[in-house]
């Protein structure tokens, strides 16, 4: 069969793209249908150029989610279910993508060649978009930077990732809804420390805002120092920015935490020739984490996401914690009427921070004063609204209270029962477990571990 012509390129001369690699991917696909499962872990409908190949590919994609077979027949009947077979230039199309295709074998290496183009092109615009934020004096440069950062991770990603193809969801749906019927008992996120809590919350999930709230003095920031270490200790990528302990703090709490040394050796250096042992062991183990702290004032949530996107831009961000929400700043960039708005600012692009990055955030949030005018001092959803719309962008809020708080003072070496009851969580059930605070070594345990 005679060779077509290339097709225009829709986007200009220079956009780079492949014709060659485009027709043999295709063509490859049809002739090794056990190709199309390969292809599909890198490559997308949206890389292709010429856009009857998208067509063609997309059409692929669906068989193959259905786990039909791939071929002539059945590719040609799919783009007619979908009202694209004269787009793509009916079975004479088809037939010519069989014979351009110089070895099916080689298959694979002609899609790395359509998604390697695919990504220059995405390239090319972001530098455009560079160049047009670079010259935008409304702007300041904090802001440029910022969203510099943003459009190059977006360039980074398939093309097609801002927008979801339902075969691809369905696809994905069905591999996890397998692997949950075949694991009963699997997280489905990163796991806390507190069994308990992972039999309610499945883990710490990608994409999901968690708020572990309550009054001072109620283990927030213990908590949140407790899962970082726990996560960092088990090969997780953690960014914990503080607002309210300077970075030898954080440190004395998760030395403590690790070493089982009481924290008030550590902040005075009166060491036991053991503890000193075990703080020079801990020590030497935790410089392998894979752990930034930050403990910049004041730190606004566009810093605070830049940061994260560096680290995850490095391959090295897995969870990120802040403690707490009403410490940060809203920036300057914003532009809000009142604190309230401006705390509901931050815990927007907390919760989008989430999902960009696919990454569970830990954010602890101070609960109001009103508590503490009540007989009984159980937090609610209800003093949570007060501070801005935490409880909405929440996926999960996570209240504590400890008695030995209110009614009698708290002995150091004892582990101190602390009530966490979920109050809310978005497509999960709620309720209450008690883990225990251990104020010696700062840090939370199961209650069933009897430690002092």
Request: charged share 25%.
């Amino acid at each position: 069969m005679m060779t077509q012509p290339p097709e225009p390129p829709p986007m200009g001369q220079l956009a780079p793209y492949s014709q060659e690699a485009e027709e043999a991917t295709l063509g490859a696909c049809i002739v090794n249908p056990e190709l199309v499962q390969v292809v599909r872990a890198f490559l997308h409908a949206d890389d292709f150029y010429i856009l009857r190949h998208g067509y063609i590919f997309d059409a692929m994609s669906r068989l193959a989610v259905r786990s039909e077979t791939v071929d002539f027949i059945t590719v040609q009947e799919e783009l007619r279910t979908l009202n694209r077979i004269d787009d793509v230039g009916g079975m004479a199309y088809l037939l010519h993508l069989v014979n351009q295709t110089p070895d099916s074998m080689h298959g694979e290496s002609y899609a790395r060649l359509v998604e390697k183009t695919a990504r220059r092109r995405r390239y090319m615009i972001y530098a455009d978009e560079v160049k047009a934020l670079a010259l935008d004096e409304q702007l300041s440069t904090d802001k440029v930077e910022i969203e510099i950062e943003q459009r190059l991770i977006s360039a980074q990603r398939s093309s097609d990732s801002q927008l979801t193809n339902i075969v691809g969801a369905l696809d994905r749906h069905m591999i996890r809804t397998e692997d949950m019927v075949q694991n009963p008992r699997k997280l489905l996120g990163i796991p806390s420390v507190i069994p308990d809590m992972n039999n309610l919350l499945k883990g710490y999930r990608p994409g999901k805002l968690y708020v572990p709230a309550g009054r001072p003095g109620m283990g927030k920031s213990t908590w949140l120092l407790t899962e970082a270490g726990n996560a960092a200790a088990h090969g997780k990528g953690v960014l914990f920015c503080t607002l309210e302990m300077p970075e030898e703090e954080v440190m004395d709490n998760l030395i403590a935490q690790q070493s089982d040394v009481p924290i008030d050796h550590i902040e005075s250096g009166d060491f036991s020739p053991h503890e000193w042992q075990k703080y020079v062991e801990t020590t030497g183990k935790m410089a392998n984490w894979r752990m930034s702290i930050c403990d910049q004032a004041g730190v606004t949530p566009l810093e605070l996401r830049a940061m994260a996107r560096k680290m995850h831009a490095r391959g090295g961000l897995d969870m990120v914690f802040v403690d707490y929400i009403q410490l940060m700043s809203g920036g300057r960039e914003s532009k809000y009427d009142n604190r309230d708005q401006e705390i509901g600012y931050i815990s927007r692009t907390l919760k989008g921070m989430a999902k960009e990055l696919h990454v569970p955030v830990i954010a602890a949030a101070q609960l109001s004063r009103k508590v503490e005018d009540r007989m009984d001092k159980h937090p609610m959803l209800s003093d949570l609204r007060e501070s801005g719309n935490i409880e909405n962008d929440a996926d999960v809020v996570m209240f504590f209270y400890r008695d030995d708080y209110y009614n009698k003072p708290a002995i150091p070496n004892v582990i101190s029962p602390t009530e966490i009851s979920i109050g809310k969580h978005r497509g999960g059930r709620t309720g209450m477990i008690t883990a225990g605070f251990h104020g010696a070594v700062k840090r939370f345990v199961p209650l069933q571990r009897q430690e002092v």
